[in-house]
């Protein structure tokens, strides 16, 4: 892969929300976030994924790493800057490194530097293409005085790893997923399962050790696995960013050991038995967070006036992430289910999603429904306790942020990890099946029922348990907890004392 010869880096400790793009164009003395010292003490270097799915969890984490003191630097390209300013504002002693997106063969110019913003089908080229970061990112570890002593990687952003192993310093894969899919996409990455038949979606892969020897269907499995294409370039360098990944030298997931005790407790053999540290769930453990992710479209404190007007439990909130747009037939069966079901709620719509015409008029006349459109700020909805249950596509940080907050789930995974994280919600009770897959338009009219039955008596033992689930996720991320004990213990690692 070619790296763009014309690549700059730079940096800042604290980048103003509008940065003029000048502020980026030329190298800066590594000084000017006082890391440039040459103490020989901690220095962090943190690489996210431009998603918003993986870089919120992953600035939580560094919240917390520099809340405990280590200092920081997050590398990110000069598209993603302005998404750093809540974290940098939180966080004024974290420094960035901010790179020139890198030019490359399998993306058009300008298409964007963060997946919000890409069409699906460029997702896997524009993961191939950040690799090309490296040789920037190796550069300007070399150049700093206060050298970089480990590196806290994305599990998209694995090619860290040969850096990490130049520099001689300790790699850790941080996952945003859970400890279950952080063993199975590594499985399926080393051993490359295939089909007998192309045409056979329904054959099972067996994770044989995976605790539970847990099957999925191939149509299940993680998207960005089932297209690989043998020899391609794109297609091998993912893989070769899953394998970097398995080099590293120890894991971190959002995840708590309460909710996937079999999977934290013992050495799993695809992670090569290394310690992985469950430090969630993050959203929990980092409260002071304004504008996580985005402005909202709507103020919290009005959604939030409104929710007071509704019973325990009452509400249903709907959003399905950060990427997912529901087709014009989805977009309809929910909002026909939201109606026939004659349940409260609040939907979160992605742009991209088309709510049908009237719908939206005909919930707010009967006080019974909240369209926000845009970025809505679903950690304070999920908290307020009107929330009682959650249509979700699964995403992990959706799904752990309403752990977090005792709400049940009604669940639709549509790719990637979410089939997992259905299945370990299953595990858990906290869940009721509403649909599966990206393609499918379920009938409204059987939606409808789950809904109603949900908020309703029927509903109560599988809410109870998620009720139940919070306090234990509360408990994880407090002094003494779990996570709280390995996120102690990633510090140590962190501060090379272990
Ligand atoms: O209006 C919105 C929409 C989303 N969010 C936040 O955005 C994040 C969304 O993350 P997630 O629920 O995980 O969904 P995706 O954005 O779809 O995340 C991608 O990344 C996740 C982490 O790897 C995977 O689990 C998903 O399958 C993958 O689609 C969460 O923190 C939400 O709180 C908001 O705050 N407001």
Redesign the pocket.
């Known amino acids: 892969m070619q790296i763009s010869s014309s690549v700059l880096c730079s940096e800042f400790s604290h980048l103003p929300v509008a940065m003029p793009s000048s502020m980026y164009a030329a190298p800066q003395a590594s000084a000017s976030n006082g890391v440039g010292n040459g103490d020989g003490m901690p220095h962090v270097l943190v690489v996210p994924y431009p998603?918003?799915?993986?870089m919120?969890p992953l600035l939580d984490l560094a919240a917390l790493l520099s809340a405990r003191g280590l200092a920081l630097t997050v590398a990110v390209t000069a598209g993603n800057v302005r998404l750093l300013a809540p974290f940098l504002a939180a966080c004024p002693s974290v420094a960035t490194v901010v790179l020139p997106f890198p030019s490359s063969p399998f993306l058009p110019a300008g298409c964007g530097e963060n997946t919000k913003d890409l069409p699906a089908d460029l997702f896997r080229p524009f993961m191939a293409s950040l690799a090309a970061l490296s040789a920037p990112l190796l550069s300007w570890c070399k150049s700093q005085s206060r050298g970089v002593t480990a590196i806290v990687s994305d599990l998209f952003t694995g090619w860290t790893l040969p850096l990490a192993e130049e520099l001689g310093v300790p790699h850790v894969a941080f996952s945003?997923?859970n400890v279950h899919y952080l063993a199975t996409t590594h499985s399926l990455w080393r051993r490359m399962p295939t089909r007998r038949r192309l045409d056979d979606a329904d054959g099972t892969v067996t994770f044989s050790e995976v605790p539970g020897s847990p099957s999925f269907p191939w149509r299940s499995l993680p998207w960005m696995f089932r297209v690989h294409v043998p020899g391609d370039e794109v297609s091998e360098t993912i893989r070769r960013i899953f394998l970097w990944n398995i080099e590293s030298s120890c894991f971190v997931a959002n995840s708590f050991a309460a909710l996937e005790a079999a999977y934290v407790e013992r050495p799993l053999p695809d992670l090569m038995a290394k310690r992985v540290f469950a430090v969630g769930a993050l959203?929990d453990a980092v409260r002071n967070c304004d504008e996580?992710?985005g402005k909202p479209a709507v103020a919290p404190a009005k959604v939030a006036a409104w929710l007071d007007g509704f019973d325990d439990g009452a509400v249903v909130y709907v959003?399905f992430?950060?990427?997912?747009a529901l087709s014009p037939s989805q977009a309809a069966c929910v909002a026909g289910a939201l109606a026939l079901s004659s349940v409260a709620f609040v939907w979160?719509v992605?742009s991209g999603t088309v709510v049908p015409e009237g719908f939206e008029a005909a919930a707010t006349a009967a006080s019974r429904g909240m369209v926000?459109r845009g970025?809505?700020?679903?950690?304070e909805i999920l908290r307020h306790r009107a929330v009682g249950w959650f249509l979700t596509?699964?995403?992990?940080?959706?799904?752990l942020?309403a752990t977090a907050a005792g709400v049940a789930m009604l669940t639709w995974p549509m790719?990637?990890?979410?089939f997992i994280?259905a299945s370990v919600l299953a595990e858990a009770g906290v869940a009721v099946p509403v649909a599966e897959g990206a393609d499918t338009a379920p009938d409204a009219g059987k939606m409808a029922s789950v809904m109603a039955a949900a908020v309703a008596k029927e509903g109560e033992s599988v809410r109870k348990r998620a009720v139940e689930l919070g306090r234990n996720a509360a408990a994880a991320v407090a002094e003494g907890g779990t996570s709280h004990n390995d996120l102690e213990g990633l510090v140590r690692v962190l501060s090379d004392v272990d």
Do not use: M, T
């Open positions: 998603a918003q799915g993986h919120l945003c997923a959203s996580r992710g959003c992430g950060s990427q997912q979160a992605r926000i970025w809505a700020p679903q950690v596509h699964c995403g992990w940080n959706s799904v942020e790719g990637a990890d979410q994280n």
